[in-house]
T-cell receptor
């Protein structure tokens, strides 16, 4: 158990809809990262927050947004969903910047299916 | 532009033999490298890491080698066990500026046959 909790585990929704994915980081971790894993793709970095503030942005679509709350949990909002948004969405956390003694710890992901 | 490449989508080895998983990178600013293991229906699990100031790091059956001049790293598993069957991801992160992004390869599926 990594200590990172993601809900829900599975989500099935229709095109055009909006969903919210939730993540609780490990106790003591201030940084939260969101990754997307599509079929045959590696883990694509979406966005990172540190102690409530956005720190780094990857290939995140404008239809997607995220935030980290004062209690450090994070939410990833996906709107105007398209079939191609179907993927596994992982949340990960670390104490601060990933480095020696501070690897990234992943949750078990949310599998989003857009029909 | 794929900065971390795992060119072998899959690898099959016999139990007890050595498994060697390879990873190449293109960004010379990368200074810390990690390997993750992923079972189906689970998130990636941290396995082992290496800093660019070292060329080898060992943890039990797992050893990671780094060749900076070739921008290449490898993960050796000796001896391989059936429970090691999983997808292995190589990842890298760079120094300087605000580079906090951990970049992953596409993964290699390792199958260890009994």
């Amino acid at each position: 158990d990594s200590g990172v909790t993601q809900t829900p585990k599975h989500l099935i929704t229709a095109t055009g809809q909006r969903v919210t994915l939730r993540c609780s980081p490990r106790s003591g971790d201030l940084s939260v990262y969101w990754y997307q894993q599509s079929l045959d793709q590696g883990l694509q970095f979406l966005i990172q927050y540190y102690n409530g503030e956005e720190r780094a942005k990857g290939n995140i679509l404008e239809r997607f947004s995220a935030q980290q709350f004062p209690d450090l949990h994070s939410e990833l909002n996906l709107s105007s969903l398209e079939l191609g948004d179907s993927a596994l969405y992982f949340c990960a956390s670390s104490v601060d910047r990933v480095g020696a003694g501070s690897p990234l710890h992943f949750g078990n992901g949310t599998r989003l299916t857009v029909t | 532009d794929q900065q971390v490449k795992q060119n072998s989508p899959s690898l099959s080895v016999q139990e007890g033999r050595i498994s060697i998983l390879n990873c190449d990178y293109t960004n010379s600013m990368f200074d810390y490298f990690l390997w993750y293991k992923k079972y189906p229906a689970e998130g990636p699990t941290f396995l082992i890491s290496i800093s660019s100031i070292k060329d080898k790091n060992e943890d039990g059956r797992f050893t990671v080698f780094l060749n900076k001049s070739a921008k290449h790293l490898s993960l050796h598993i000796v001896p391989s066990q059936p429970g090691d069957s999983a997808v292995y991801f190589c990842a890298a992160i760079g120094s300087g500026g605000s580079n906090y992004k951990l970049t992953f390869g596409k993964g290699t599926l390792l199958t260890v046959n009994p």
